[in-house]
């Protein structure tokens, strides 16, 4: 470490941060920071002094009542932590960390949900950009809890909330294929694809497209990595992506703007030549 980052680790940890919220901002070890710290003469909070430091840091302000009250929005965001967020165990925080490339969805959770929290971009140590909410709020966390989004989620059977109306199942769908699915194109037709640990949710979603969309086709199965993946890839999977998106719900932009891609691709090439 030079002797600029030294004095700016001092400050953050004097300021309250921790040793390895620090290191994640400077893109060093926290034991690294620990080290040059020491020789800088820096008393060490105890752990309880520090979980406390950042319990107080997370109680900004957020709108509480948020989950109140359940609209596409909210939907869609039970979808998208379900798929792609951090429940804290022992604590009532709730985390979302993403690609800097999609920081955009963060603002504009940040202010859907009106917290007050700022976003929080890192270098990881292998260099790969990273932007993160967090933001505390029992009453949220017990609401996801009641959906089975709690902690350790991801090896846990998650379900569609039975008690949501279609637009509502919809919304959470997107929001979770924002989480962990992908679009392209396989042959003449789009390919809707979600990915999951347990197929218990996967198979939840293929059941209630089939309520919906008449002889739909569809495949459930391990992929390379080993994980449980939803594909369709017929006519229907262009409707899909149409009802989600006309929800007018949050959504992720990169994604939206690949579909509207395939979109106009197509128009295109179907137009008659002469």
Request: proline fraction near 1%; glycine fraction near 4%; include cysteine.
């Given at each position: 470490m030079n002797a600029q980052e030294i004095k700016k680790a001092k400050e953050l940890y004097i300021s309250g941060e921790s040793l390895s919220e620090i290191g994640r901002q400077l893109n060093?070890?926290?034991?690294?920071?620990k080290k040059y710290l020491e020789k800088e003469g820096v008393h060490f909070r105890t752990r309880a002094e520090q979980n406390a430091i950042s319990n107080a840091k997370l109680k900004k302000s957020v709108n509480e009542k948020y989950f109140n009250k359940i609209g596409v929005n909210q939907a869609w965001l039970m979808g998208f932590i379900a798929a792609d967020g951090t429940i804290r165990k022992d604590r009532n925080s709730i985390k979302i960390g993403l690609s800097s490339i999609d920081k955009e969805i963060l603002e504009k959770i940040k202010e859907e949900v009106q917290?007050?929290?700022?976003?929080?971009?890192?270098?990881?140590?292998?260099?790969?950009?990273?932007?993160?909410?967090?933001?505390?709020?029992?009453?949220?966390?017990?609401?996801?809890?009641?959906?089975?989004?709690?902690?350790?989620?991801?090896?846990?059977?998650?379900?569609?909330?039975?008690?949501f109306n279609e637009e509502q199942k919809l919304a959470f769908i997107l929001g979770y294929f924002d989480g962990d699915g992908s679009i392209s194109r396989q042959d003449e037709y789009l390919r809707f694809r979600i990915c999951s640990h347990r197929d218990e949710i996967l198979q939840d979603i293929a059941k209630f497209f089939i309520s919906k969309y008449n002889n739909l086709e569809f495949s459930i199965s391990k992929d390379k990595r080993n994980l449980w993946e939803l594909s369709i890839s017929t006519k229907y999977a262009k409707q899909i992506f149409l009802d989600m998106y006309n929800l007018n719900s949050l959504r992720?932009?990169?994604k939206f703007q690949k579909f509207l891609e395939y979109i106009n691709h197509e128009t295109t090439t179907s137009q008659p030549k002469g």
């Amino acid at each position: 470490m030079n002797a600029q980052e030294i004095k700016k680790a001092k400050e953050l940890y004097i300021s309250g941060e921790s040793l390895s919220e620090i290191g994640r901002q400077l893109n060093h070890h926290s034991m690294t920071i620990k080290k040059y710290l020491e020789k800088e003469g820096v008393h060490f909070r105890t752990r309880a002094e520090q979980n406390a430091i950042s319990n107080a840091k997370l109680k900004k302000s957020v709108n509480e009542k948020y989950f109140n009250k359940i609209g596409v929005n909210q939907a869609w965001l039970m979808g998208f932590i379900a798929a792609d967020g951090t429940i804290r165990k022992d604590r009532n925080s709730i985390k979302i960390g993403l690609s800097s490339i999609d920081k955009e969805i963060l603002e504009k959770i940040k202010e859907e949900v009106q917290i007050e929290r700022p976003i929080l971009n890192y270098l990881t140590n292998n260099g790969f950009a990273v932007s993160q909410l967090e933001w505390t709020s029992k009453n949220h966390k017990d609401f996801l809890a009641k959906y089975g989004i709690v902690n350790n989620k991801t090896y846990l059977p998650l379900h569609l909330p039975k008690d949501f109306n279609e637009e509502q199942k919809l919304a959470f769908i997107l929001g979770y294929f924002d989480g962990d699915g992908s679009i392209s194109r396989q042959d003449e037709y789009l390919r809707f694809r979600i990915c999951s640990h347990r197929d218990e949710i996967l198979q939840d979603i293929a059941k209630f497209f089939i309520s919906k969309y008449n002889n739909l086709e569809f495949s459930i199965s391990k992929d390379k990595r080993n994980l449980w993946e939803l594909s369709i890839s017929t006519k229907y999977a262009k409707q899909i992506f149409l009802d989600m998106y006309n929800l007018n719900s949050l959504r992720l932009n990169r994604k939206f703007q690949k579909f509207l891609e395939y979109i106009n691709h197509e128009t295109t090439t179907s137009q008659p030549k002469g």
